[in-house]
Each structure stands twice: as C-alpha cells, then as structure tokens.
C-alpha cells in the first residue's frame, strides 16, 4: 500500500470487515468498533510521517543553506550575513523540534495501535487457538501467550507470522520506545538531530566531580527510522487482512 501520497489515508481491514459481517454478524459491531479505532491511530502515524519527511526535507536543506552561507560570507555584508544566519537558525530550530515531536509521538501511537490488534482480532480466536481466551491486555502480551503456549496453536501461519513482527516489534519500537522515550527512569537523553535526518538521544549520565553531580555523555542511541517501521506495521496488516479473509472464504466453502 502507498504511504508517502498526501492525504490518501489506508483502510487495511476492508475486506476483513466485509467477511465478518458475513461470518460472524454477533461480532461484527464489536469488530467494527475496534477496526474504528485502529483507523484513528493509522491516521495518526500518516500524518506524522508525512510532516516529519516534509521537516526532514526542510532541515536537509537549511544544513546546506549554511554551508553555502559560509563559503558566500566574504561577499556578503556583515547585516547581510547576520540576517541570513538567523533565518536558516528559525528554520533549523522549528524543522528540529516538529521532527523529535514527530519521532517521539510516531513511537507512542504505533505501540498504541498494535496494542489494538489482539482486540480486533477476538472473533477469529476459536479458528487460531484451542482456547478462546488468551490474553489481549496489549500486544506484547499477547504475542508472550502464543510463545508461553504452544500447544494451543492451531494457525501455525499466524504464529509464524508473529515470531516474524516479534524481532522488530521488540528492537526497533518498544524497547526505544520504553527505555528513551517513555520509561527513561534515571536516564538522561537529550534529543538531536544528525546532519543526515537521522532522530538521535544523547544519553547523559551523573558522575560525582569536585563533591557535585555533573552530566558526563555515556552513548548516542540513533531511533529507527519511523518510515521503515511504518511500512512494517503496514505489512502487518495486510497479512492479517489477506490471511483471515481467506480463512472465513474456506470457513464458509466448506460450510455450504
């Protein structure tokens, strides 16, 4: 599916919406409700990767506005210069802050929607699984469940698939997420933006000099880049939407 055309916003579960209705119309409400929802955070994380490309787009450039400035310094006067310094500095000041609000929000509400997904998935649990009560207090949890009870999978494709979104679900979204973003705790980070566009935390640690606590820097933690963990919750998706619709299709076949 396109993601980077302006305001064309994604409709992931359509088809899956259609075959519930069709299969489980007791459910289909609840479904409905819950694919609602999900539709408001796909929303959200567009938006924010859209405005966050169009400010990385803006920062590249006034990065290369000042370069060119000081190769162009001799033949400028001083006003000249000066005025030119603090445009490209407003331009880089607004372009880096929207684009770590950006960072951090694209983080937040990508958790937010995936932890939707156990919920949306609920009618399809019977077909999935020999119980149909496993835990859907987020996705974390959820994905914990399936590994903590393999003997309760029936979709060995649906746990294939999780054990796939598990790795960049857990590297490159919560634990950024939890332990810059959210859940710091002691930590210090103190945000930036590399030359290149890259989101970047400078952790900062206390150390004792001279009987007082200074900030001494310990790492640079790099944030994944949102464009490629949006085309993987994208992808996602798009399996569960193809996936499920097929299974209800054949549920139904065999049916009649």
Same mark, same amino acid.
């Given at each position: 599916?396109?993601?980077?055309?302006?305001?064309?916003?994604?409709?992931?579960?359509?088809?899956?919406?259609?075959?519930v !209705?069709?299969?489980?119309?007791?459910? !289909?409400?609840n479904?409905?409700?819950?694919?609602?929802?999900?539709?408001?955070?796909?929303?959200?994380?567009?938006?924010?990767?859209?405005?966050?490309?169009?400010?990385?787009?803006?920062? /590249?450039?006034?990065?290369?506005?000042? %370069?060119?400035?000081?190769?162009?310094?001799?033949?400028?006067?001083p006003?000249?210069?000066?005025?030119?310094?603090?445009?490209?500095?407003?331009?880089?000041?607004?372009? &880096?802050?929207?684009?770590?609000?950006?960072?951090?929000?694209?983080?937040?509400?990508?958790?937010i929607?995936?932890?939707?997904i156990?919920? @949306? @998935?609920?009618?399809?649990? /019977?077909?999935?699984?020999? &119980?149909?009560?496993? %835990?859907?207090?987020d996705?974390?949890?959820?994905?914990?469940?399936?590994? %903590?009870?393999?003997?309760?999978i029936?979709?060995?494709?649906? !746990?294939?698939?999780?054990v796939?979104?598990?790795?960049?679900?857990?590297?490159?979204?919560?634990?950024? *997420?939890?332990?810059?973003?959210?859940?710091? /705790?002691?930590?210090?980070?103190?945000?930036?933006?590399?030359?290149?566009?890259?989101?970047?935390?400078?952790?900062y640690?206390? *150390?004792? %000099?001279?009987?007082?606590?200074?900030?001494?820097?310990?790492e &640079?933690?790099?944030?994944?880049?949102?464009?490629?963990?949006?085309? /993987?919750?994208?992808?996602?998706?798009?399996?569960?939407?193809?996936?499920? &619709?097929?299974k209800?299709?054949?549920?139904?076949t065999?049916?009649?």
């Amino acid at each position: 599916m396109i993601i980077d055309s302006p305001r064309l916003f994604i409709r992931p579960f359509d088809d899956l919406e259609g075959a519930v !209705y069709t299969a489980f119309p007791k459910d !289909y409400d609840n479904f409905r409700l819950q694919y609602g929802d999900l539709l408001y955070k796909i929303r959200y994380l567009q938006n924010i990767f859209w405005r966050f490309e169009k400010e990385q787009a803006v920062f /590249k450039e006034s990065i290369n506005r000042t %370069k060119e400035l000081e190769i162009q310094k001799e033949h400028l006067s001083p006003k000249e210069f000066f005025d030119a310094q603090v445009k490209v500095g407003k331009s880089l000041t607004i372009s &880096t802050e929207l684009m770590n609000l950006d960072g951090d929000s694209f983080f937040i509400f990508a958790r937010i929607l995936l932890d939707r997904i156990p919920y @949306l @998935l609920k009618p399809f649990y /019977k077909g999935i699984i020999t &119980t149909n009560e496993p %835990k859907t207090i987020d996705f974390k949890t959820h994905i914990e469940w399936f590994d %903590k009870h393999p003997e309760c999978i029936l979709d060995t494709v649906y !746990y294939d698939k999780l054990v796939s979104v598990r790795e960049w679900f857990y590297n490159e979204l919560r634990e950024p *997420r939890n332990e810059v973003i959210v859940h710091p /705790k002691e930590k210090h980070f103190v945000q930036g933006i590399r030359n290149n566009g890259t989101i970047t935390r400078f952790h900062y640690v206390l *150390r004792k %000099k001279d009987d007082q606590d200074i900030l001494v820097p310990a790492e &640079t933690r790099e944030l994944p880049a949102i464009a490629s963990l949006l085309y /993987k919750i994208i992808e996602f998706m798009e399996f569960l939407n193809k996936h499920f &619709t097929e299974k209800l299709k054949i549920d139904n076949t065999q049916i009649n």
